[in-house]
T-cell receptor
Framework: QQQVKQSPQSLIVQKGGISIINCAYE??????FPWYQQFPGKGPALLIA?????SEKKEGRFTISFNKSAKQFSLHIMDSQPGDSATYFC?????????????FGKGTLLTVNP | NAGVMQNPRHLVRRRGQEARLRCSPM?????VYWYRQLPEEGLKFMVY????????ESGMPKERFSAEFPKEGPSILRIQQVVRGDSAAYFC???????????FGQGTRLTVV
């Protein structure tokens, strides 16, 4: 049973465009929703995270939108750059806002063309 | 200020051999987590350890897999009698006592031939 569903599986965007990745979850006990960025041969790195008491969080060009009633959250990358090309994972946990026992989506391979 | 160190980066084992994966957490971190990433899959939680204690091993296969985090030295993930299905990338992450952010290592890519 996949508890966090991520789409699309792959995404191609032109430089300067907006990249949007969506995730949906089933477990209403999830209370922490981070996004990770992973480059080939590297480990995942925390990009941005949100808790369900807010509907949006922005850090630089990266924004998380959260819809608690729909059990969905998404990552928006504004002004996408070739250096943003990587695999992005959404995740969720039930551990009071910690990173303990994260449940990950399957990932989205983002390619930003110059 | 070294990050989470995993070694080896790549490990090749024949079926039936043992694989030992090591993880040194970031300085000051006392919590370690192991995740497994199969090809084209997200990471899946395996085990959560603190020094000398296994806190949650609900993601560990029931047989052949074990993990430890001794008082001194790195955390070890041990896979006995490896099979081809064990081929994957194994990631270790660590966090401080408040668990607010986990930092991942670069992973060990295990190939069973």
């Amino acid at each position: 049973q996949q508890q966090v569903k991520q789409s699309p599986q792959s995404l191609i965007v032109q430089k300067g465009g907006i990249s949007i990745i969506n995730c949906a979850y089933e477990n209403t006990a999830f209370d922490y929703f981070p996004w990770y960025q992973q480059f080939p041969g590297k480990g995942p790195a925390l990009l941005i995270a949100i808790r369900p008491d807010v509907s949006e969080k922005k850090e630089g060009r990266f924004t998380i939108s959260f819809n608690k009633s729909a059990k969905q959250f998404s990552l928006h990358i504004m002004d996408s750059q070739p250096g943003d090309s990587a695999t992005y994972f959404c995740a969720a946990s039930t551990s009071g806002g910690s990173n303990y026992k994260l449940t990950f989506g399957k990932g989205t391979l983002l390619t930003v063309n110059p | 200020n070294a990050g989470v160190m995993q070694n080896p980066r790549h490990l090749v084992r024949r079926r039936g051999q043992e694989a030992r994966l090591r993880c040194s957490p970031m300085k000051g971190h006392s919590h370690v987590y192991w995740y497994r990433q199969l090809p084209e899959e997200g990471l899946k939680f395996m085990v959560y350890l603190q020094k000398e204690n296994i806190i949650d091993e609900s993601g560990m296969p029931k047989e052949r897999f074990s993990a430890e985090f001794p008082k001194e030295g790195p955390s070890i993930l041990r896979i006995q009698q490896v099979v081809r299905g064990d081929s994957a990338a194994y990631f270790c992450a660590s966090s401080s006592a408040d668990n607010t952010e986990a930092f991942f290592g670069q992973g060990t890519r295990l190939t069973v031939v």
